[in-house]
């Protein structure tokens, strides 16, 4: 992500300091990035934060849920596509590594979890938009494990699916439903499935609740399907940034994290762990 475009400090927003902990390859793009973090910062599945590393202009990323391995207290997570020209995405793992100081400010956006609904969940996410997704389903499972929902999650390409870990454990849910996608034809996988997130949306219910998070193209279609059915859907829009103090081709947020009125499985992800409370959002699967 990129300069996200908020007017006005909302309420609960806090800067805390931290370190650089952890730097994963997810995919040949996209990189799982771990901060340890000084103090506690509160924060909803599904909300994202101003990240400062020293040295380096802010940018803002999502909160995700770590793909592997055991969360901690004092840890965040984010994922962060790399950008070839990208003034910071480019440097991680070069100019910026684990040890490097960085400074967070948030949460924004309230186009997140939540939570005591009974309602069937369908969450889309493209790209690094799966962050939030991700977030959200841990959350929502946590929660209650038996929660009916459904996942589209994919990109352009078959690299898009750097999501496949937590896919997996997703599926393992009876009542959650898990769809890969990406819209380009591929041969590497059969349960990959062909076309755009549109395609392989269920028939809706004005019941059903919708996350969506990824490119406006694809959000402003969900929000229109849902739209039409009286479903409620919650969007965080991506949207390409022209600014040359950012990222060149850079997604960045849209000022709306929209709320219009507008299934089936993937894995024991609701374990031990309070619910989104200081720098403990989302932790453990």
Same mark, same amino acid.
């Not at 009876?174 to 041969?187: D, G, H, I, K, M």
């Given at each position: 992500?990129?300069?996200?475009?908020?007017?006005?400090?909302?309420?609960?927003?806090?800067?805390?300091?931290?370190?650089?902990?952890?730097?994963?390859?997810?995919?040949?793009?996209?990189?799982?990035?771990?901060?340890?973090?000084?103090?506690?910062?509160?924060?909803?599945?599904?909300?994202?934060?101003?990240?400062?590393?020293?040295?380096?202009?802010?940018?803002?990323?999502?909160?995700?849920?770590?793909?592997?391995?055991?969360?901690?207290?004092?840890?965040?997570?984010?994922?962060?596509?790399?950008?070839?020209?990208?003034?910071?995405?480019?440097?991680?793992?070069?100019?910026?590594?684990?040890?490097?100081?960085?400074?967070?400010?948030?949460?924004?956006?309230?186009?997140?979890?939540?939570?005591?609904?009974?309602?069937?969940?369908?969450?889309?996410?493209?790209?690094?938009?799966?962050?939030?997704?991700?977030?959200?389903?841990?959350?929502?499972?946590?929660?209650?494990?038996?929660?009916?929902?459904?996942?589209?999650?994919?990109?352009?390409?078959?690299?898009?699916?750097?999501?496949?870990?937590?896919?997996?454990?997703?599926?393992?849910?009876?009542?959650?439903?898990?769809?890969?996608?990406?819209? #380009?034809?591929?041969?590497?996988?059969? $349960? %990959?499935?062909?076309? *755009?997130?549109?395609?392989? =949306?269920? &028939?809706?219910? @004005?019941?059903?609740?919708?996350?969506?998070?990824?490119?406006?193209?694809?959000?402003?279609?969900?929000?229109?399907?849902?739209?039409?059915?009286?479903?409620?859907?919650?969007?965080?829009?991506?949207?390409?940034?022209?600014?040359?103090?950012?990222?060149?081709?850079?997604? #960045?947020?849209?000022?709306?994290?929209? $709320? %219009?009125?507008?299934? *089936?499985?993937?894995?024991? =992800?609701? &374990?031990?762990? @309070?619910?989104?409370?200081?720098?403990?959002?989302?932790?453990?699967?």
């Amino acid at each position: 992500g990129d300069a996200v475009i908020e007017r006005g400090q909302p309420s609960g927003i806090r800067t805390v300091e931290g370190v650089l902990s952890s730097l994963r390859p997810l995919s040949p793009e996209v990189m799982e990035v771990g901060i340890r973090t000084d103090g506690a910062l509160p924060y909803h599945a599904g909300q994202y934060a101003q990240l400062c590393f020293s040295g380096y202009p802010s940018r803002p990323f999502s909160f995700t849920h770590p793909l592997s391995g055991n969360p901690n207290s004092r840890s965040v997570w984010f994922h962060v596509r790399r950008m070839k020209d990208g003034r910071v995405t480019s440097a991680l793992g070069k100019r910026i590594r684990p040890g490097h100081r960085v400074k967070l400010t948030g949460p924004y956006g309230s186009a997140h979890f939540r939570p005591n609904l009974d309602s069937r969940l369908i969450l889309v996410g493209t790209n690094t938009g799966f962050a939030p997704i991700w977030s959200i389903a841990v959350a929502a499972l946590r929660e209650n494990p038996e929660r009916r929902m459904m996942i589209i999650a994919g990109g352009r390409t078959i690299v898009s699916l750097y999501m496949g870990l937590a896919l997996a454990q997703l599926a393992r849910f009876p009542n959650v439903l898990v769809v890969p996608f990406c819209s #380009t034809p591929q041969t590497l996988s059969k $349960a %990959v499935k062909l076309g *755009r997130p549109t395609d392989h =949306l269920p &028939r809706l219910l @004005p019941t059903d609740v919708l996350y969506a998070c990824g490119a406006p193209g694809m959000v402003d279609s969900i929000k229109s399907i849902a739209a039409q059915i009286g479903a409620v859907c919650y969007a965080d829009p991506f949207l390409p940034t022209t600014d040359d103090t950012v990222e060149d081709g850079v997604l #960045t947020r849209a000022i709306g994290w929209l $709320a %219009v009125p507008a299934s *089936r499985q993937m894995g024991q =992800l609701a &374990r031990e762990s @309070p619910p989104q409370s200081a720098a403990t959002a989302d932790a453990g699967l």
